[in-house]
């Protein structure tokens, strides 16, 4: 008799049938260490474009900056700037530029800047397409005051030193997110924030939307990462949540790095340590679940192998008990174990308790 086979077993059952529940929903766990710390983080950290939000915004209105300059025309200098990105607003300036009919010119290669926007030559002009930062640091501005905030997305269109024009989206919350963000806070989340490279007029629009508890605005991908490795300095498990390029940093040093979406970019699926196939941000809580379910029938198969395999060494010890019953009590220890564990893999979706 002793407790070493039903010890061993005790994990490793547990996070295989977790596991193997988990990839049935469309989940992928790396490793059965991150189901122990998803369990326990207690801090959450969304991104907002494209995890929290469809990631599918829709240009809603145009505001021309230069005389003489038509929309058909500055369309066409912004499409020739975001031709080739893949980020989901170059998505939309494309759609809405076709949807009017302006025609990408000839242009030269388009270069990408991470959290900023992009730029290609046109006829021998810089044209670029990004946010107001990116903007600024290229000495790009208008000859007449901006538009005032309206909380839509601004994507600023700049030809030479000039800001031509400003094209604004909008980008709807993804269905089920605030109830998917109120069952973590019930399971015992205490904090659950937003972070995003937007400006803070959308981010709080959208955190009061979803009901996050804070949101952190205008961040670049290095100062994501500052955020996680700031809360995990003071003591926070934290996991965090995206689906981006600008995401990466961050989910390599959370604890429990998650990949959300059909649509999330391959960077972001190398870095992070989980990833959810699935457009459905339900499925975050529903692995917090899986995740609290599978410690507490590692607790119980424990809990089972020593009272057991005691048992059996008082038994042994007091009476003298047959070999075939130390052996059966032995190896009824580790029966129990794996029998336990097995239920795991009969779990269903918004099942909690095992």
Do not use: W
Request: glycine share 10%; proline share 4%; net charge negative.
């Amino acid at each position: 008799i002793d407790y070493s086979c039903g010890i061993k077993l005790s994990t490793a059952t547990a996070f295989s049938a977790a596991i193997n529940t988990a990839v049935k929903q469309g989940v992928l766990i790396k490793g059965g260490t991150f189901i122990e710390q998803i369990s326990s983080a207690n801090t959450v950290l969304l991104d907002k474009t494209g995890t929290i939000t469809e990631g599918k915004p829709k240009i809603v209105s145009m505001a021309l900056l230069k005389p003489g300059m038509t929309e058909t025309e500055v369309l066409s200098y912004a499409m020739a700037a975001e031709e080739t990105s893949t980020h989901p607003l170059a998505g939309a300036i494309m759609r809405y530029g076709r949807g009017l009919g302006a025609q990408i010119p000839a242009h030269g290669d388009v270069v990408t800047e991470v959290s900023r926007g992009s730029r290609t030559q046109v006829d021998g002009v810089t044209v670029r397409v990004g946010n107001i930062k990116y903007m600024n640091e290229n000495g790009v501005t208008a000859a007449s005051p901006l538009p005032a905030d309206t909380g839509a997305i601004p994507n600023y269109v700049g030809v030479g030193d000039e800001i031509v024009a400003v094209l604004y989206a909008m980008d709807s919350p993804r269905e089920n997110v605030r109830r998917a963000i109120n069952a973590l806070r019930y399971d015992g989340v205490g904090d659950i924030e937003l972070l995003t490279g937007d400006l803070e007029s959308q981010a709080r629009t959208v955190a009061e939307q979803v009901g996050a508890d804070g949101y952190r605005a205008q961040l670049l991908p290095e100062q994501k990462a500052e955020a996680v490795l700031k809360l995990q300095v003071q003591g926070n498990g934290v996991v965090m949540v995206g689906d981006g390029i600008n995401d990466a940093p961050a989910l390599a040093y959370a604890d429990v790095g998650i990949s959300l979406g059909s649509k999330s970019t391959d960077i972001a699926m190398e870095t992070s340590d989980v990833i959810i196939n699935r457009d459905d941000p339900m499925m975050i809580p529903e692995l917090r679940r899986l995740a609290r379910a599978t410690m507490r029938i590692v607790h119980q198969n424990f809990a089972l192998v020593v009272a057991i395999n005691s048992v059996g060494l008082i038994l042994g010890a007091a009476s003298g008990i047959s070999v075939m019953m130390s052996a059966l009590l032995h190896n009824s220890s580790t029966i129990l174990v794996v029998a336990n564990s097995l239920r795991l893999m009969f779990m269903k979706p918004g099942e909690g308790r095992l």
